[in-house]
């Protein structure tokens, strides 16, 4: 598990550019991360790296709330 938890739910935008997930922190929280990158070399610069954007919720459906409202229920569950 990583600094930002496990990922639970995986989302796509739209377009498929952008990337969030709801993840398990490992105190049974769970927080909505918009999900890094990697360049095609395989390395990960700091401005691509997991970024935790809110959180903490007490449960995966309440933080699939939040996210589908901040994005106007755009986003397409992908997991």
């Known amino acids: 598990m990583n600094h930002a938890g496990e990922p ?14 709801i993840r398990e922190r490992r105190d049974g ?4 991360v918009h999900d890094g990158a990697t360049l ?11 970024r935790i954007v809110s959180g903490m ?4 459906d309440l933080a699939e ?3 589908q409202r901040q994005a106007s229920g755009a986003w397409v569950r992908d997991r």
């Open 29 to 32: 929280l769970f927080q909505i």
């Open 40 to 50: 095609p070399d395989g390395s990960q610069p700091y401005y691509l790296v997991d």
């Open 57 to 60: 919720f007490a449960t995966a």
């Open 8 to 21: 639970v739910r995986q989302f796509v935008s739209p377009d498929g550019v952008m990337r969030y997930s």
């Open 65 to 67: 709330e939040e996210m």
